[in-house]
């Protein structure tokens, strides 16, 4: 039998927290760390090697989530999905520099998570 996927989330919201831990699980994934903040998120990507990274680009009203997925880019082979209400172009342009491989606009249902996680994992 194949390992289910490895997911760490980096979600500030604790509502949306608990909802995505729970789809993710009810997909077959193996949740092995989530974050509300990056130093935690940096620790615990180091800690749970995740598969895939889902990453909330705004952490307390900040565009913090985007150093994480800079830190994933340049230290990790680890694919990574923006997860974000926003979709102005100044922050697409910062996430773009990133090289996200992919980015999911808030709300999403269960397909699209599924469909973006499935995706970025076909990338190498």
Known sequence: MIAPLK??????????AELLDLRLKQMGYHVCGKANNVEAAVSS?????PDIALIDIELQGQN????IGDYLLNNTDIPFVY???HDEAKILEMARRTVPDGYLLKPF???QLRVAVEMAMRRG
Do not use: N, P, S, Y
């Open 7 to 16: 997911v760490f989330f980096l979600e500030d919201d604790q509502q949306m």
């Open 64 to 67: 913090d989530g985007l150093a």
């Open 45 to 49: 990507i180091q800690e749970c090697k």
């Open 109 to 111: 249902d269960d397909r």
């Open 83 to 85: 997860m974000t209400g």
